[in-house]
């Protein structure tokens, strides 16, 4: 099995997790862990694993050129990504929380015309205007009320937010992510991740009530530092290795298939009239933005 093989599963991989924990994570958030608490456990847990797995590696160190675009890309992507992420899904629904990621390749590809200078022909700025105009409206009308969802609009605002700063993270992490090996590299990442996320969440990290957190609240944090967290970071840095920032973006599309149907199923979540239009604009305009023209020759993507 060759490398992109792997990677594009690595893809799948990731994805597919990414879309079952937006009905997970939401069901132990806020009612046993606070979702900036939560964060605490996320990046912690995994800098251990990474910690852990680390020797299996090789003996690498860091360039002290490459320390601020680290810092940079662990503040994107192990903090601010995820504080607004938790926030928003405390704040909002789990099938809102699935079509608003989908707008990543969205974020991705305007990112990388700005900071990579890649041209965006008229389909894809149509695509973007579409894709914006289905988040915006999840964003102003998914005003449903839910105890479990005190704020919609708002949640569903930061959510879109964790696209931006998730967008940004794939686009910048490139370039180190061919110098040095993905065990070195996340170990360091998630280290400081806990350093820049202990201030927002210390406190609702000693708020948790650990002797009186039911099973399911133990297999929900578990699931999110080991496969949210661990596995998904790992299987998308081997990903990158492979493809492109924008293919890999493009993979966010299964996360509301798998994310719709696990949270229908098990009953966290209701399809509304709101919600099918929202994600039709949202995906059309996905499709639209990462769709590439047919080409005289092959090309790598």
């Avoid at 608003?100 to 205007?129: C, D, M, Q």
């Avoid at 990158?240 to 798998?258: E, I, N, W």
């Avoid at 149907?261 to 039709?280: P, S």
């Amino acid at each position: 099995m060759n490398k992109r093989l792997l990677a594009i599963l690595a893809a799948i991989g990731a994805t597919t997790i990414y879309g079952v924990n937006h009905t997970i994570a939401k069901g132990v958030m806020p009612h046993y862990v606070q979702p900036f608490g939560f964060i605490i456990l996320r990046v912690l847990g995994a800098a251990i694993l990474f910690w852990i797995i680390s020797p299996l590696g090789p003996k690498e160190r860091i360039d002290p050129k490459d320390y601020l675009r680290m810092f940079i890309c662990a503040l994107l992507g192990m903090a601010l990504n995820m504080l607004v992420f938790f926030k928003g899904l405390s704040l909002s629904t789990p099938i809102n929380s699935a079509v608003l990621i989908t707008t990543t390749p969205i974020i991705v590809l305007i990112l990388s015309a700005v900071i990579l200078k890649e041209k965006i022909s008229g389909r894809k700025i149509l695509g973007i205007g579409i894709g914006l105009l289905g988040a915006l409206g999840l964003i102003l009308f998914g005003t449903e009320i839910r105890q479990d969802a005190p704020n919609i609009p708002l949640g569903n605002f930061l959510i879109f937010m964790n696209s931006m700063f998730y967008g940004s993270y794939l686009v910048v992490v490139k370039v180190l992510i061919t110098k040095y090996h993905p065990f070195t590299f996340m170990k360091w990442l998630f280290s400081l991740g806990v350093l820049i996320c202990l201030p927002f969440g210390y406190d609702e990290f000693m708020q948790i009530s650990w002797s009186t957190l039911p099973m399911e609240a133990y297999w929900g944090i578990s699931f999110v530092i080991l496969g949210t967290t661990f596995c998904t970071y790992l299987f998308n840095i081997f990903a990158l290795t492979q493809l492109k920032a924008s293919t890999l973006s493009a993979f966010v599309y299964v996360q509301p298939l798998v994310g719709i149907g696990y949270a229908i199923i098990t009953g966290q979540d209701t399809l509304t009239m709101v919600k099918i239009i929202a994600a039709c604009f949202v995906l059309v305009g996905v499709y639209l933005a990462s769709k590439k023209p047919k080409k005289r020759s092959f090309q790598e993507s």
